[in-house]
């Protein structure tokens, strides 16, 4: 029961924010907009059935897809290997966005890139907990926002918190009635913001709910936390608030 209220929410979630991405192109916002809930859906459906049934109470919140992991491949922090060899899901249909960007092709599965941030995260609930069976009775892993953004001819890659405007409003604020959705479906007893961002969607989300919401450092390549100490001060740090 649980896993269909997951892929109803998510479907759900998955059409309502077409017209935001369209609106904020107009908007002038953004000049591309990536919907992988619509084209990875079959890999995102098939996390869905792998994940969201596991018994976890503790959700690992992050902020939107990357380019080289859930934007391919539909799933939370992906990354080809932990997909084909953690998660075991191969040879799903992954199709096109409906407006591409020639900076930034989609081809799934099969990016031959692998997303940092996600082999990083995966790899290390790998490392405490073994098998992804093992990983979903503890965690649960979503991205607050489904979309991917691009700004500019070269199609920078520019997370949620950059762009403003009253799109950007009423697409957190879907977002967050996501979120709520999630919780309740899957009785999450914690939330874990992955990076501060995450932390504040979450409490402003969850305001008035009895949960308990956290933060870790991101495993962004791009964060001095997350390099510290050759990334075992990230480690540590994670390590804290994970049940």
């Not at 079959?42 to 690992?60: F, I, M, V």
Request: glycine share 8%; proline share 7%.
């Amino acid at each position: 029961m649980i896993v269909e209220r997951m892929i109803e929410a998510s479907s759900k979630l998955r059409d309502d924010v077409e017209k935001f991405a369209d609106s904020l192109v107009k908007e002038g916002s953004v000049d591309a907009v990536y919907n992988p809930l619509a084209y990875a859906w079959e890999p995102h459906r098939a996390y869905l059935e792998l994940a969201s049934g596991g018994g976890a109470k503790t959700l690992l919140l992050g902020m939107n897809p990357g380019p080289h992991g859930m934007g391919q491949m539909g799933i939370p922090f992906a990354a080809t290997s932990v997909v084909r060899d953690l998660l075991k899901i191969t040879n799903l249909e992954v199709g096109r966005p409906r407006k591409p960007h020639p900076k930034r092709p989609i081809s799934g599965l099969d990016w031959p890139k692998e997303e940092v941030s996600g082999t990083r995260l995966w790899g290390l609930l790998a490392n405490e907990y073994g098998s992804a069976e093992s990983i979903f009775k503890s965690v649960f892993l979503l991205n607050h926002c489904p979309l991917m953004l691009f700004s500019g001819e070269r199609a920078t890659n520019i997370t949620p918190d950059k762009i403003t405007g009253p799109t950007t409003k009423a697409l957190l604020e879907r977002c967050d009635e996501h979120l709520r959705e999630v919780v309740d479906i899957m009785q999450i007893e914690r939330v874990i913001g992955v990076g501060r961002y995450s932390e504040k969607r979450a409490l402003n989300a969850l305001s008035g709910i009895d949960i308990s919401v956290t933060t870790c450092w991101h495993p962004s390549p791009a964060s001095p936390l997350a390099n510290r100490n050759k990334g075992e001060d990230w480690k540590k740090n994670v390590r804290n608030v994970l049940p």
